[in-house]
Protein backbone atom coordinates (compact mmCIF):
# COMPACT_ATOMS: atom_id res chain seq x y z
CA UNK A 1 0.00 0.00 0.00
CA UNK A 2 1.17 3.25 -0.58
CA UNK A 3 1.99 6.40 1.65
CA UNK A 4 0.55 9.90 0.86
CA UNK A 5 2.27 12.36 -0.98
CA UNK A 6 4.65 14.57 1.08
CA UNK A 7 6.02 12.26 2.92
CA UNK A 8 9.78 12.81 3.33
CA UNK A 9 12.16 10.51 1.66
CA UNK A 10 15.84 9.32 2.31
CA UNK A 11 17.91 9.09 -1.21
CA UNK A 12 16.74 5.64 -1.22
CA UNK A 13 12.96 6.71 -1.39
CA UNK A 14 12.28 5.02 1.84
CA UNK A 15 10.21 6.98 3.84
CA UNK A 16 12.02 8.87 7.26
CA UNK A 17 10.42 9.14 10.27
CA UNK A 18 11.13 12.71 11.76
CA UNK A 19 10.38 11.59 15.71
CA UNK A 20 13.32 9.45 15.70
CA UNK A 21 11.49 6.68 17.00
CA UNK A 22 12.90 3.09 15.61
CA UNK A 23 10.45 0.77 13.99
CA UNK A 24 12.13 -1.59 15.69
CA UNK A 25 11.94 -0.38 19.31
CA UNK A 26 7.93 0.18 18.69
CA UNK A 27 7.17 -3.35 17.23
CA UNK A 28 8.59 -4.25 20.81
CA UNK A 29 6.49 -1.60 22.44
CA UNK A 30 3.30 -2.97 20.57
CA UNK A 31 3.92 -6.36 21.40
CA UNK A 32 4.46 -5.02 25.54
CA UNK A 33 1.20 -3.21 25.10
CA UNK A 34 -0.38 -6.29 23.58
CA UNK A 35 0.96 -9.34 26.16
CA UNK A 36 -0.38 -6.55 29.14
CA UNK A 37 -3.82 -5.71 27.71
CA UNK A 38 -6.23 -7.51 30.13
CA UNK A 39 -9.35 -6.41 31.18
CA UNK A 40 -11.28 -5.24 28.18
CA UNK A 41 -11.34 -2.12 26.81
CA UNK A 42 -11.21 -0.15 29.82
CA UNK A 43 -8.10 -2.33 30.81
CA UNK A 44 -6.68 -1.96 27.57
CA UNK A 45 -6.84 1.48 27.09
CA UNK A 46 -5.15 2.59 30.36
CA UNK A 47 -2.54 0.50 29.54
CA UNK A 48 -1.49 2.24 26.06
CA UNK A 49 -1.98 5.39 27.98
CA UNK A 50 0.37 4.45 30.21
CA UNK A 51 2.99 3.49 28.22
CA UNK A 52 2.22 5.48 25.22
CA UNK A 53 1.45 8.75 27.11
CA UNK A 54 2.85 8.61 30.76
CA UNK A 55 5.88 6.17 30.57
CA UNK A 56 7.51 6.60 27.03
CA UNK A 57 5.68 10.05 25.98
CA UNK A 58 5.83 8.92 22.59
CA UNK A 59 1.94 10.46 22.26
CA UNK A 60 0.69 13.39 24.05
CA UNK A 61 -2.47 13.74 25.96
CA UNK A 62 -4.64 15.49 23.76
CA UNK A 63 -3.71 13.50 20.60
CA UNK A 64 -4.26 10.51 22.36
CA UNK A 65 -7.91 11.29 23.84
CA UNK A 66 -8.32 12.97 20.30
CA UNK A 67 -7.63 9.69 18.65
CA UNK A 68 -9.62 7.80 21.33
CA UNK A 69 -12.75 9.94 20.72
CA UNK A 70 -12.48 8.95 16.92
CA UNK A 71 -12.28 5.07 17.56
CA UNK A 72 -15.13 5.62 19.90
CA UNK A 73 -17.46 6.71 17.44
CA UNK A 74 -16.68 3.22 15.30
CA UNK A 75 -17.96 -0.15 15.08
CA UNK A 76 -15.68 -2.59 16.38
CA UNK A 77 -13.42 -3.11 19.07
CA UNK A 78 -12.54 0.89 20.06
CA UNK A 79 -8.79 -0.46 21.75
CA UNK A 80 -7.17 -1.96 19.00
CA UNK A 81 -8.64 0.89 16.40
CA UNK A 82 -6.81 2.88 18.55
CA UNK A 83 -3.72 1.09 18.42
CA UNK A 84 -4.17 0.89 14.95
CA UNK A 85 -4.43 4.72 15.19
CA UNK A 86 -1.23 5.30 17.26
CA UNK A 87 0.80 2.70 15.29
CA UNK A 88 -0.24 4.26 12.04
CA UNK A 89 0.57 7.95 13.28
CA UNK A 90 4.21 7.19 14.68
CA UNK A 91 4.97 4.65 11.55
CA UNK A 92 2.66 4.86 8.61
CA UNK A 93 0.51 1.91 7.31
CA UNK A 94 3.13 -0.54 8.30
CA UNK A 95 3.20 0.90 11.74
CA UNK A 96 -0.65 0.46 11.68
CA UNK A 97 -0.66 -2.98 10.75
CA UNK A 98 1.72 -4.09 12.97
CA UNK A 99 0.19 -2.70 16.05
CA UNK A 100 -3.26 -3.71 15.18
CA UNK A 101 -2.21 -7.38 14.05
CA UNK A 102 0.09 -7.71 17.07
CA UNK A 103 -2.85 -6.13 19.37
CA UNK A 104 -4.95 -9.29 18.74
CA UNK A 105 -1.64 -11.91 18.04
CA UNK A 106 -1.44 -13.16 22.01
CA UNK A 107 -5.55 -13.33 22.44
CA UNK A 108 -5.33 -15.27 19.17
CA UNK A 109 -3.19 -17.78 20.15
CA UNK A 110 -4.37 -18.56 23.39
CA UNK A 111 -8.18 -18.55 22.69
CA UNK A 112 -6.82 -21.14 19.54
CA UNK A 113 -5.14 -22.88 21.95
CA UNK A 114 -7.69 -23.50 25.12
CA UNK A 115 -10.66 -23.98 21.90
CA UNK A 116 -8.36 -26.98 21.64
CA UNK A 117 -8.73 -28.02 24.99
CA UNK A 118 -12.22 -27.04 25.23
CA UNK A 119 -12.99 -29.08 22.43
CA UNK A 120 -11.09 -32.55 23.45
CA UNK A 121 -11.16 -32.15 27.23
CA UNK A 122 -13.91 -30.01 28.25
CA UNK A 123 -13.81 -26.95 30.15
CA UNK A 124 -10.51 -25.12 31.45
CA UNK A 125 -11.11 -23.45 34.40
CA UNK A 126 -7.57 -23.66 35.30
CA UNK A 127 -7.11 -20.77 33.19
CA UNK A 128 -9.00 -18.64 35.24
CA UNK A 129 -7.30 -19.28 37.79
CA UNK A 130 -4.29 -18.36 36.51
CA UNK A 131 -5.31 -15.30 34.87
CA UNK A 132 -6.96 -14.54 38.33
CA UNK A 133 -4.43 -11.91 39.49
CA UNK A 134 -3.60 -10.31 36.46
CA UNK A 135 -7.21 -9.16 36.74
CA UNK A 136 -6.88 -7.30 40.25
CA UNK A 137 -3.77 -5.66 38.65
CA UNK A 138 -5.71 -4.36 35.84
CA UNK A 139 -8.37 -3.13 37.58
CA UNK A 140 -6.18 -0.91 40.01
CA UNK A 141 -4.93 0.17 36.25
CA UNK A 142 -7.28 0.86 34.78
CA UNK A 143 -8.66 3.15 38.32
CA UNK A 144 -5.06 4.91 37.95
CA UNK A 145 -6.35 5.82 34.22
CA UNK A 146 -9.76 6.84 34.85
CA UNK A 147 -7.99 9.43 37.57
CA UNK A 148 -5.34 10.73 35.65
CA UNK A 149 -7.64 11.33 32.22
CA UNK A 150 -10.51 12.66 34.43
CA UNK A 151 -7.88 15.22 36.25
CA UNK A 152 -6.68 16.43 32.35
CA UNK A 153 -10.07 16.40 31.15
CA UNK A 154 -12.96 17.34 33.39
CA UNK A 155 -11.44 20.78 34.40
CA UNK A 156 -14.82 22.78 34.34
CA UNK A 157 -18.23 22.19 35.97
CA UNK A 158 -19.69 21.44 32.59
CA UNK A 159 -17.22 18.50 31.90
CA UNK A 160 -17.49 16.81 34.94
CA UNK A 161 -21.45 17.19 34.60
CA UNK A 162 -21.15 15.44 30.77
CA UNK A 163 -19.01 12.75 32.30
CA UNK A 164 -21.26 12.17 35.35
CA UNK A 165 -24.59 11.88 33.14
CA UNK A 166 -22.96 9.44 30.78
CA UNK A 167 -21.67 7.49 33.44
CA UNK A 168 -25.58 7.33 34.77
CA UNK A 169 -27.17 6.84 31.17
CA UNK A 170 -25.12 3.73 30.78
CA UNK A 171 -24.68 2.46 34.74
CA UNK A 172 -28.80 2.90 35.09
CA UNK A 173 -30.28 2.72 31.75
CA UNK A 174 -28.05 1.35 29.44
CA UNK A 175 -28.21 3.88 26.90
CA UNK A 176 -25.73 2.84 23.70
CA UNK A 177 -22.17 4.97 24.23
CA UNK A 178 -22.37 5.27 20.81
CA UNK A 179 -25.27 7.66 21.10
CA UNK A 180 -24.23 8.97 24.30
CA UNK A 181 -20.80 10.21 22.51
CA UNK A 182 -22.64 11.98 19.73
CA UNK A 183 -25.24 13.87 22.02
CA UNK A 184 -21.85 15.17 23.65
CA UNK A 185 -20.11 15.96 20.29
CA UNK A 186 -23.33 18.32 19.79
CA UNK A 187 -22.90 19.66 23.24
CA UNK A 188 -19.33 20.49 22.53
CA UNK A 189 -20.70 22.00 19.16
CA UNK A 190 -23.43 24.14 20.74
CA UNK A 191 -21.00 25.00 24.11
CA UNK A 192 -18.32 26.36 21.60
CA UNK A 193 -20.73 27.91 18.98
CA UNK A 194 -22.41 29.95 22.31
CA UNK A 195 -18.88 31.37 23.20
CA UNK A 196 -18.44 29.15 26.57
CA UNK A 197 -15.06 29.02 27.89
CA UNK A 198 -15.54 25.46 29.58
CA UNK A 199 -15.21 24.01 26.02
CA UNK A 200 -13.02 26.36 24.47
CA UNK A 201 -10.16 25.95 27.13
CA UNK A 202 -10.53 21.89 26.79
CA UNK A 203 -9.93 21.20 23.30
CA UNK A 204 -8.14 18.90 21.33
CA UNK A 205 -6.96 21.13 18.65
CA UNK A 206 -2.94 21.24 17.59
CA UNK A 207 -3.32 25.02 16.65
CA UNK A 208 -0.89 27.33 16.69
CA UNK A 209 -0.97 28.93 20.56
CA UNK A 210 -3.32 26.56 22.00
CA UNK A 211 -2.15 25.75 25.07
CA UNK A 212 -2.89 22.39 25.32
CA UNK A 213 -0.92 21.23 22.52
CA UNK A 214 1.59 18.78 22.55
CA UNK A 215 4.70 19.92 22.24
CA UNK A 216 6.16 17.72 25.10
CA UNK A 217 5.83 14.24 23.17
CA UNK A 218 8.04 12.84 21.29
CA UNK A 219 5.99 12.75 18.05
CA UNK A 220 5.65 16.66 19.08
CA UNK A 221 2.29 18.48 18.48
CA UNK A 222 2.45 19.31 14.83
CA UNK A 223 0.88 16.92 12.25
CA UNK A 224 3.27 14.58 10.09
CA UNK A 225 3.91 14.60 6.84
CA UNK A 226 2.46 11.08 6.11
CA UNK A 227 -0.63 12.15 8.37
CA UNK A 228 -2.08 14.75 5.95
CA UNK A 229 -5.01 13.78 4.27
CA UNK A 230 -4.05 12.48 0.63
CA UNK A 231 -7.57 10.98 -1.41
CA UNK A 232 -5.31 8.54 -3.77
CA UNK A 233 -4.12 6.97 -1.01
CA UNK A 234 -6.80 7.02 1.08
CA UNK A 235 -8.75 5.37 -2.11
CA UNK A 236 -5.97 2.43 -2.77
CA UNK A 237 -5.46 1.49 0.82
CA UNK A 238 -8.99 1.39 1.42
CA UNK A 239 -9.94 -0.96 -1.61
CA UNK A 240 -7.14 -3.49 -0.56
CA UNK A 241 -8.31 -3.47 2.35
CA UNK A 242 -12.31 -4.23 1.56
CA UNK A 243 -10.65 -6.54 -1.16
CA UNK A 244 -8.74 -8.55 1.49
CA UNK A 245 -12.12 -8.43 3.98
CA UNK A 246 -14.70 -9.35 1.58
CA UNK A 247 -12.79 -11.07 -1.08
CA UNK A 248 -13.07 -14.34 1.61
CA UNK A 249 -16.65 -13.71 1.76
CA UNK A 250 -17.68 -13.75 -1.50
CA UNK A 251 -15.85 -16.75 -2.38
CA UNK A 252 -17.70 -18.96 -0.14
CA UNK A 253 -21.02 -17.44 -0.80
CA UNK A 254 -20.25 -18.57 -4.36
CA UNK A 255 -18.76 -22.35 -3.78
CA UNK A 256 -19.47 -23.61 0.18
CA UNK A 257 -23.18 -24.79 -0.21
CA UNK A 258 -26.01 -23.46 1.35
CA UNK A 259 -25.26 -24.98 4.72
CA UNK A 260 -21.53 -24.43 4.73
CA UNK A 261 -20.77 -23.19 8.64
CA UNK A 262 -18.39 -21.53 7.02
CA UNK A 263 -20.39 -19.28 4.63
CA UNK A 264 -22.86 -18.70 7.96
CA UNK A 265 -19.21 -17.57 9.94
CA UNK A 266 -18.31 -15.35 7.18
CA UNK A 267 -21.37 -13.66 6.54
CA UNK A 268 -22.69 -13.48 10.33
CA UNK A 269 -19.44 -11.87 11.58
CA UNK A 270 -19.32 -9.50 8.52
CA UNK A 271 -21.84 -7.89 9.26
CA UNK A 272 -20.91 -7.55 12.69
CA UNK A 273 -17.94 -5.91 11.81
CA UNK A 274 -20.15 -3.18 10.83
CA UNK A 275 -23.06 -2.86 13.32
CA UNK A 276 -21.13 -3.11 16.33
CA UNK A 277 -21.27 0.33 17.55
CA UNK A 278 -20.64 0.13 21.55
CA UNK A 279 -17.60 -2.03 21.77
CA UNK A 280 -17.44 -5.19 22.89
CA UNK A 281 -19.95 -5.37 26.04
CA UNK A 282 -22.46 -4.01 23.65
CA UNK A 283 -22.40 -6.68 21.31
CA UNK A 284 -21.86 -9.61 23.12
CA UNK A 285 -25.73 -10.31 23.80
CA UNK A 286 -25.84 -10.49 19.93
CA UNK A 287 -23.41 -12.51 19.66
CA UNK A 288 -24.43 -14.99 22.21
CA UNK A 289 -28.30 -15.00 21.33
CA UNK A 290 -27.15 -15.44 17.18
CA UNK A 291 -24.47 -18.33 17.92
CA UNK A 292 -27.10 -20.09 20.78
CA UNK A 293 -30.41 -19.90 19.41
CA UNK A 294 -29.97 -19.31 15.87
CA UNK A 295 -27.29 -21.00 14.24
CA UNK A 296 -26.86 -23.21 17.63
CA UNK A 297 -23.33 -23.43 17.41
CA UNK A 298 -22.90 -23.98 21.20
CA UNK A 299 -24.76 -23.93 24.46
CA UNK A 300 -25.23 -20.97 26.46
CA UNK A 301 -22.94 -22.31 29.31
CA UNK A 302 -20.13 -22.88 26.54
CA UNK A 303 -21.15 -19.12 25.32
CA UNK A 304 -20.33 -18.13 29.04
CA UNK A 305 -17.12 -20.39 29.25
CA UNK A 306 -15.81 -18.82 26.18
CA UNK A 307 -16.35 -15.46 27.24
CA UNK A 308 -14.51 -16.99 30.19
CA UNK A 309 -11.51 -17.44 28.16
CA UNK A 310 -11.66 -14.25 26.41
CA UNK A 311 -12.12 -12.06 30.19
CA UNK A 312 -9.09 -14.03 31.42
CA UNK A 313 -6.52 -14.00 28.30
CA UNK A 314 -4.69 -11.01 26.80
CA UNK A 315 -6.45 -8.76 23.36
CA UNK A 316 -10.11 -7.44 22.39
CA UNK A 317 -12.95 -9.70 24.78
CA UNK A 318 -14.45 -9.30 21.18
CA UNK A 319 -11.95 -12.32 20.58
CA UNK A 320 -15.13 -14.43 21.89
CA UNK A 321 -16.36 -14.76 18.55
CA UNK A 322 -12.71 -16.57 17.67
CA UNK A 323 -14.03 -19.42 19.95
CA UNK A 324 -17.89 -19.24 19.01
CA UNK A 325 -16.29 -19.26 14.74
CA UNK A 326 -14.31 -22.60 16.43
CA UNK A 327 -17.10 -24.54 18.13
CA UNK A 328 -19.60 -23.58 15.16
CA UNK A 329 -17.30 -25.16 12.73
CA UNK A 330 -16.32 -27.77 15.02
CA UNK A 331 -19.63 -28.97 15.53
CA UNK A 332 -20.38 -28.66 11.72
CA UNK A 333 -17.03 -29.94 10.02
CA UNK A 334 -18.21 -30.33 6.60
CA UNK A 335 -16.93 -33.23 5.85
CA UNK A 336 -13.43 -32.46 7.15
CA UNK A 337 -11.73 -33.10 10.48
CA UNK A 338 -13.37 -31.98 13.24
CA UNK A 339 -10.24 -30.03 14.97
CA UNK A 340 -9.06 -28.90 11.42
CA UNK A 341 -12.70 -27.25 10.59
CA UNK A 342 -12.91 -25.73 13.76
CA UNK A 343 -9.52 -23.99 13.44
CA UNK A 344 -10.36 -22.68 10.25
CA UNK A 345 -13.63 -21.12 11.70
CA UNK A 346 -11.84 -19.54 14.16
CA UNK A 347 -9.47 -18.00 11.72
CA UNK A 348 -12.37 -17.11 9.45
CA UNK A 349 -13.80 -15.46 12.40
CA UNK A 350 -10.99 -13.41 13.00
CA UNK A 351 -10.53 -12.62 9.95
CA UNK A 352 -13.86 -11.01 8.94
CA UNK A 353 -13.88 -9.46 12.46
CA UNK A 354 -10.49 -7.24 12.81
CA UNK A 355 -9.77 -6.92 8.73
CA UNK A 356 -12.76 -3.99 8.61
CA UNK A 357 -11.36 -2.28 12.03
CA UNK A 358 -7.81 -1.58 9.28
CA UNK A 359 -10.25 -0.05 6.98
CA UNK A 360 -12.24 2.42 8.95
CA UNK A 361 -8.80 3.81 10.69
CA UNK A 362 -6.17 3.94 7.14
CA UNK A 363 -9.52 6.08 5.42
CA UNK A 364 -10.33 8.17 8.36
CA UNK A 365 -7.67 8.74 10.29
CA UNK A 366 -5.95 11.30 8.17
CA UNK A 367 -8.96 13.35 7.91
CA UNK A 368 -9.39 13.16 11.52
CA UNK A 369 -5.51 13.92 12.24
CA UNK A 370 -5.86 17.04 10.04
CA UNK A 371 -8.89 18.61 11.81
CA UNK A 372 -7.38 18.97 15.29
CA UNK A 373 -6.70 22.36 14.81
CA UNK A 374 -10.31 23.02 14.25
CA UNK A 375 -11.38 24.84 17.26
CA UNK A 376 -15.52 23.81 16.80
CA UNK A 377 -14.15 19.86 16.13
CA UNK A 378 -12.26 20.37 19.31
CA UNK A 379 -14.51 21.62 21.69
CA UNK A 380 -16.66 18.49 20.15
CA UNK A 381 -13.89 15.91 21.14
CA UNK A 382 -13.19 17.66 24.58
CA UNK A 383 -17.01 17.29 25.09
CA UNK A 384 -16.71 13.89 23.26
CA UNK A 385 -13.89 13.03 26.09
CA UNK A 386 -15.54 13.77 29.27
CA UNK A 387 -17.81 11.42 28.18
CA UNK A 388 -15.32 8.96 27.45
CA UNK A 389 -14.61 9.05 31.14
CA UNK A 390 -18.06 8.17 31.77
CA UNK A 391 -17.63 5.31 30.09
CA UNK A 392 -14.52 3.95 30.85
CA UNK A 393 -16.02 4.29 34.33
CA UNK A 394 -18.83 2.78 33.27
CA UNK A 395 -16.77 -0.46 31.98
CA UNK A 396 -14.83 -0.32 34.68
CA UNK A 397 -17.50 -1.09 36.93
CA UNK A 398 -18.90 -3.35 35.25
CA UNK A 399 -15.42 -5.21 35.20
CA UNK A 400 -15.02 -5.09 39.30
CA UNK A 401 -18.18 -5.83 40.02
CA UNK A 402 -17.98 -9.16 37.94
CA UNK A 403 -14.62 -10.14 39.51
CA UNK A 404 -15.21 -9.03 42.61
CA UNK A 405 -18.49 -10.64 43.14
CA UNK A 406 -19.55 -14.40 42.15
CA UNK A 407 -23.46 -13.26 42.10
CA UNK A 408 -25.99 -10.73 40.44
CA UNK A 409 -29.60 -9.95 41.08
CA UNK A 410 -31.58 -7.63 39.14
CA UNK A 411 -32.86 -4.22 41.18
CA UNK A 412 -35.38 -1.59 40.63
CA UNK A 413 -33.31 1.63 40.70
CA UNK A 414 -34.64 4.96 39.64
CA UNK A 415 -37.29 3.17 37.16
CA UNK A 416 -34.30 0.90 35.65
CA UNK A 417 -33.64 -2.71 36.52
CA UNK A 418 -30.53 -3.39 36.84
CA UNK A 419 -28.12 -5.88 37.97
CA UNK A 420 -26.08 -5.36 40.94
CA UNK A 421 -23.87 -7.57 43.13
CA UNK A 422 -25.20 -9.97 45.98
CA UNK A 423 -23.15 -9.04 49.28
CA UNK A 424 -22.89 -12.48 50.56
CA UNK A 425 -21.25 -13.56 47.26
CA UNK A 426 -18.01 -11.36 47.78
CA UNK A 427 -14.45 -12.55 46.37
CA UNK A 428 -12.46 -12.43 49.56
CA UNK A 429 -9.53 -13.44 47.77
CA UNK A 430 -10.23 -10.84 44.65
CA UNK A 431 -10.65 -8.24 46.92
CA UNK A 432 -7.44 -8.88 49.05
CA UNK A 433 -5.30 -8.91 45.64
CA UNK A 434 -7.26 -5.86 44.29
CA UNK A 435 -6.74 -3.63 47.72
CA UNK A 436 -2.77 -5.05 47.21
CA UNK A 437 -2.70 -4.41 43.38
CA UNK A 438 -4.15 -0.41 44.32
CA UNK A 439 -1.52 -0.30 46.61
CA UNK A 440 0.75 -0.99 45.02
CA UNK A 441 -0.44 1.39 41.96
CA UNK A 442 -1.19 4.40 44.08
CA UNK A 443 1.00 4.40 46.97
CA UNK A 444 4.30 2.46 45.69
CA UNK A 445 4.13 3.78 42.36
CA UNK A 446 5.72 0.23 40.82
CA UNK A 447 5.56 -0.15 37.31
CA UNK A 448 2.68 -1.93 35.56
CA UNK A 449 4.59 -4.75 34.93
CA UNK A 450 5.95 -5.16 38.60
CA UNK A 451 2.04 -4.69 39.41
CA UNK A 452 1.30 -7.29 37.12
CA UNK A 453 3.67 -9.70 37.94
CA UNK A 454 3.12 -9.58 41.44
CA UNK A 455 -0.21 -9.94 41.23
CA UNK A 456 -0.49 -12.77 39.23
CA UNK A 457 2.40 -14.35 41.26
CA UNK A 458 -0.28 -13.80 44.46
CA UNK A 459 -3.48 -15.09 42.60
CA UNK A 460 -1.49 -18.12 41.80
CA UNK A 461 -0.75 -18.50 45.59
CA UNK A 462 -4.04 -17.95 46.32
CA UNK A 463 -5.67 -20.48 43.97
CA UNK A 464 -3.28 -23.08 45.50
CA UNK A 465 -4.40 -21.94 49.10
CA UNK A 466 -7.87 -22.50 48.79
CA UNK A 467 -7.43 -25.75 46.68
CA UNK A 468 -5.50 -26.96 49.77
CA UNK A 469 -8.07 -25.89 52.47
Not at 3 to 29: E, K, Y
Not at 423 to 450: E, N, Q, V
Request: glycine content about 10%; aromatic content about 10%; overall charge positive.
Amino acid sequence: MGQPAGSATTDSNRPTVSHGIPFGVAVRVWARIALLSFGGPAGQIAVMHRILVEELKWVGERRFLHALSYCMLLPGPEAQQLAIYLGWLLHRTRGGLVAGTLFVLPGFIAIMALSWLYALYGRVGIVAALFFGLKAAVLAIVVQAIVRVGQRALKTWPMRALAVATFLAIFLFGVPFPLLVLAAAAIGYAGHRAGSKAFATAGHGAAKGNALADEDSVLGAEIPAHARPNLGWALRTGATLLLAWLVPVALLLAFAGPDSTFRDIAVFFSKMAVVTFGGAYAVLAYVAQQGVQHYHWLTPGEMLDGLGMAETTPGPLIMVTQFVGFMGAFRNPSGMSPLLAGTLGGMLTTWVTFVPCFLWIFIGAPFIERLRGNAALAASLAAITAAIVGVISSLALWFAVHFLFADMHPHALFGATIDLPVPASIRWPALALTACSLLATFAMKLSTMAVLLASSLLGIAAYILLLAL
